[in-house]
């Protein structure tokens, strides 16, 4: 079926667990994504693809889906594209899910307290 993982390069699945107070860095995925949260809550900010230039993605060569810009503590004049960056906000609590669609750049906190998620990723064949 579409959503199979076997044998399959079109799909791939993560099971988060953690006792929050966590922070992805600033990234886009090669796929889609559904975010399921099974307990606690993540906050998201999702910016279009047409936003990436102001990303800085070119300065990070070793991980090129990864910005080096550390959204929880940085400097305005080092990084002055991230303040016009149009971003979208997306509270996703238990029993929410989310769909973030394949090269849409985003950061992820996890507040205090237990947070468990399911992660989907996919590509259409």
Same mark, same amino acid.
């Not at 993982?5 to 799909?11: L, T």
């Given at each position: 079926g579409l959503f199979s993982? &076997?044998?399959? &390069?079109?799909?791939y699945h993560n099971f988060y667990l953690s006792s929050g107070n966590t922070s992805s860095p600033i990234h886009y995925d090669g796929y889609g994504n559904f975010l399921t949260v099974l307990d606690g809550r993540k906050e998201w900010i999702i910016a279009e693809p047409e936003e990436i230039l102001k990303l800085q993605y070119d300065k990070f060569l070793d991980h090129p889906n990864l910005s080096p810009i550390n959204v929880t503590n940085f400097n305005a004049s080092n990084h002055p594209g991230l303040c016009d960056v149009r971003w979208k906000r997306a509270v996703v609590e238990a029993g929410d899910t989310l769909y973030v669609p394949l090269l849409h750049s985003h950061h992820v906190y996890s507040p205090p307290g237990r947070n468990m998620a399911l992660g989907v990723w996919f590509t259409l064949p």
């Open positions: 993982d &076997e044998g399959s &390069e079109n799909f």
